[in-house]
């Protein structure tokens, strides 16, 4: 699962082809759910970069803390919270990396999960109107979360699906059929996604320290790119 992002600030506007940057991007070492997220989505045809409160907020939730942060691919047209988002209000987050916790026999170990030429990442997304006023954000989230593939598995189960660049306008697209946008909801492929040990320092979702990011061990990479 995704429960902590790193977003440095990116080469924003190179992101996605007409990327329309009004306002100063959301950026952080180690962002937790309950907190604001960049976003990607379409508008009057063209992509726009804003921000959202991660935990998605459909207009009959009654507990705030009751908002997903996450969606499970398999169920996005199941569970009513997710089916309309998924329908019309697919979005992206754009990311550096993604940290997990690998179980180990005394404590979990985190790593972040990057691409393997360490460049952003387009993570896919649903999106609605948010419907309180206890925050200051007009919208609000939830990443889609895909298994892991082979490679980083043994790191944790679950992460979010990963949109390539020349599949966004697709992804973001209302008009797309649903089958198609499914589709795009794949594990990386091992040779896309790497990962590294970083310190403990990131169990703190208050550590907003940029050695939170910094690797202490070699990328975990497919095995003919393994680092020695």
Not at 178 to 184: C, D, E, G, I, V
């Amino acid at each position: 699962m995704a429960g902590r992002l790193y977003i440095p600030t990116l080469a924003w506007r190179n992101l996605l082809p007409q990327l329309v940057v009004e306002e100063t991007p959301i950026t952080g070492t180690n962002l937790a759910p309950r907190q604001p997220l960049p976003l990607i989505r379409l508008e009057a045809g063209r992509p726009r970069l804003g921000r959202a409160f991660w935990g998605l907020t459909p207009p009959w939730l009654k507990v705030l803390d009751h908002a997903p942060h996450c969606a499970r691919a398999e169920s996005l047209e199941s569970r009513a919270m997710f089916r309309d988002a998924f329908a019309a209000r697919r979005c992206l987050v754009p990311v550096g990396g993604v940290y997990v916790w690998r179980p180990m026999a005394r404590a979990k170990q985190p790593y972040l999960v990057t691409r393997a030429d360490r460049g952003p990442l387009l993570l896919a997304a649903l999106w609605c109107r948010f419907h309180t006023t206890l925050t200051d954000y007009n919208d609000s989230l939830a990443l889609i979360t895909v298994p892991s593939n082979e490679l980083l598995a043994p790191l944790t189960d679950r992460l979010p699906a990963v949109i390539e660049r020349d599949s966004a306008t697709r992804w973001l697209d209302p008009q797309t059929p649903l089958t198609a946008a499914r589709q795009q909801l794949m594990p990386a492929t091992t040779e896309l996604l790497g990962a590294f040990p970083v310190s403990r320092e990131v169990n703190d979702p208050g550590n907003q320290e940029a050695s939170c990011a910094y690797p202490i061990g070699p990328m975990l990479r497919r095995a003919s790119q393994q680092e020695t």
